[in-house]
């Protein structure tokens, strides 16, 4: 193995366990690291989705059975995202001018969930209606094609800035929508010409050990003030990467 191969490596795993610690696939962490270590480009879409299913999929295990789930949440946002990302991967914008300001969007959602962090777990939740989250899946779902980007990125700030979930059972919410949304994607991609790394198979055994560890610290271990810290740190590296790539 190659010297570019370990650091890639190691990369992903610290990506899965970020990431999966706050119930996300870390599909941008992956591109990022793979455009910085010089995958091709036609390899990254498919491998970026693969890797996102997996970490997706244990997440999405862990903090379930944590007990950090909500059906009443995820299943009227689920719904109507899957076939809205569809759409949204039919449509092109510009992105010279879409992508500064999905970053700064979330470079602000950012700073909200890192300067709430110290009263997570302590402020009175608010019920949202199925009439208000079915029509928010589909925005998300549609943002989620047109960008590439996880929908759970999305998500996750705005469930916690409307206080409509504990920060915990944000992270199980996000972590199954992301996997759907994934699944969709990755069966999209199946029927287009795609082009998968040989190292993927090393990639995918380093992310399952990185995604189960950081899911197990963030459904078990982690408080909410430490779990909505590392998402704003999630949310960071990703507006930046929104602005800077």
Do not use: C
Request: no cysteine; hydrophobic share 60%; net charge positive.
């Amino acid at each position: 193995m190659h010297a570019i191969d370990i650091v890639t490596s190691a990369a992903l795993f610290l990506a899965a366990l970020l990431y999966s610690s706050v119930g996300h696939g870390g599909a941008s962490g992956y591109l990022a690291v793979m455009a910085l270590t010089g995958i091709a480009p036609a390899e990254m879409r498919f491998a970026a989705l693969t890797l996102n299913v997996v970490v997706a999929a244990i997440a999405t295990f862990r903090f379930y059975r944590a007990g950090s789930f909500s059906h009443a949440l995820f299943w009227p946002v689920a719904l109507t995202s899957i076939p809205m990302a569809f759409v949204g991967g039919a449509i092109v914008l510009p992105m010279h001018l879409f992508k500064p300001l999905l970053g700064i969007v979330l470079l602000y959602a950012g700073w909200r969930s890192f300067s709430t962090a110290p009263a997570a777990g302590s402020v009175a939740l608010r019920p949202v209606k199925w009439t208000v989250l079915a029509p928010l899946g589909a925005v998300l779902g549609l943002l989620s094609g047109l960008t590439g980007v996880g929908g759970g990125i999305f998500l996750s700030p705005i469930l916690i800035f409307f206080r409509w979930a504990p920060t915990k059972t944000v992270s199980g919410v996000a972590a199954a929508f992301i996997l759907v949304n994934s699944i969709a994607g990755l069966a999209g991609q199946l029927t287009t010409k795609y082009a998968i790394p040989s190292s993927l198979p090393v990639w995918i055994a380093v992310v399952v050990v990185g995604g189960y560890i950081g899911a197990t610290l963030g459904s078990k271990r982690l408080g909410n003030p430490m779990i909505q810290r590392l998402l704003a740190l999630v949310l960071v590296i990703a507006g930046f990467k929104m602005l800077f790539t």
